[in-house]
């Protein structure tokens, strides 16, 4: 069993940035893909970007390109999401998956199906 533990959540206002980080317990991420997704009151959780286990490969939802950015560190124990450019519509609940696999939907959308989940770190943007 992974334990995963999402942090780096918390109140900004509209325009700042945050970064989240997502750790394994007891382990690295040297053989799991790493997804990030968001689940905002009232809606379903989308996926918003994620890492392969090389760190090789990146993947983002099409809507947040350009202002948030998914790494990891060099040891792969931690990774992380970088938000810039926070808007109101950016609150959620965040959430880091391990392991699994990003494939493209039928609407021809990347996504990522992991195995394990974090409990969650939220974020709340003011405008």
């Known amino acids: 069993q992974v334990q995963l533990v999402e942090s780096g959540g918390g109140l900004v206002e509209a325009g700042g940035s945050l970064r989240l980080s997502c750790t394994a317990s007891?382990?690295?991420?040297?053989?799991?893909?790493v997804g990030w997704f968001r689940q905002a009151p009232g809606r379903e959780r989308e996926f918003v970007a994620g890492?392969?286990?090389?760190?090789?490969?990146?993947y983002y939802a099409d809507s947040l390109k350009g202002r948030f950015t998914v790494s990891s560190d060099n040891a792969k124990t931690t990774v992380y999401l970088q938000m810039n450019s926070l808007k109101p519509e950016d609150t959620a609940v965040y959430y880091c998956?391990?392991?699994?696999?990003?494939?493209?939907?039928?609407?021809?959308?990347?996504?990522?199906?992991?195995?394990?989940w974090g409990q969650g770190t939220q974020v709340t943007v003011s405008s």
């Open positions: 998956g391990g392991g699994g696999s990003f494939v493209y939907n039928s609407a021809g959308r990347i996504t990522h199906y992991p195995n394990y």
């Open positions: 007891g382990r690295t991420f040297s053989n799991y893909n």
């Open positions: 890492i392969t286990w090389s760190g090789t490969s990146t």
